[in-house]
């Protein structure tokens, strides 16, 4: 396993544990306090690894083909997890407006990104 891939895979371990963590509805397991401490580290660890993410580069044709791949499920899985948040909260009458502003954000960083690949890349 590279280098690069240990630290995004830890990276990625780190964030998930810190989400779970700050699933925190009832003030459960956190006070105040150790929450705001528990967002920080995460814009940390989120910041550390969107850098892992960006500096990654592809050395051939199968490690590009490799990070299309990963990149055209994130945002598929990403995007059908929106759809279901929003149908359940509309379901439930209490849309949060937040759900179809970054659904709407990620498709267009997606058109926006194809364009300028295809134009200047």
Same mark, same amino acid.
């Given at each position: 396993?590279?280098?690069?891939? *240990?630290?995004?895979?830890?990276? &990625? #371990?780190?964030?998930? =544990?810190?989400? #779970? ?7 459960? %397991?956190?006070? !105040?306090? =150790?929450?705001?401490?528990? *967002?920080?580290?995460?814009?940390? #660890? ?10 990654? /580069? &592809?050395? !051939? ?8 791949? &990963? /990149?055209?499920?994130?945002?598929? =899985? ?14 439930? /009458?209490?849309? !949060? #407006? %937040?759900?179809?502003?970054?659904? =709407? ?12 690949? !295809?134009?200047?890349?």
């Amino acid at each position: 396993m590279k280098y690069s891939m *240990v630290k995004e895979s830890g990276a &990625a #371990v780190i964030l998930l =544990v810190l989400l #779970v963590l700050l699933i925190n509805p009832y003030h459960v %397991w956190m006070p !105040d306090m =150790v929450h705001m401490m528990a *967002v920080t580290a995460l814009l940390l #660890v989120f910041g550390f690894f969107a850098s892992i993410i960006l500096r990654e /580069g &592809a050395h !051939d044709e199968r490690e590009g083909t490799h990070r299309m791949y &990963a /990149g055209r499920t994130a945002f598929l =899985v990403g995007s059908l997890l929106l759809i279901a948040g929003i149908c359940y909260q509309s379901i439930q /009458g209490a849309l !949060d #407006v %937040w759900l179809p502003i970054i659904l =709407v954000a990620m498709i267009l960083a997606k058109i926006g990104s194809r364009i300028y690949t !295809d134009r200047y890349l």
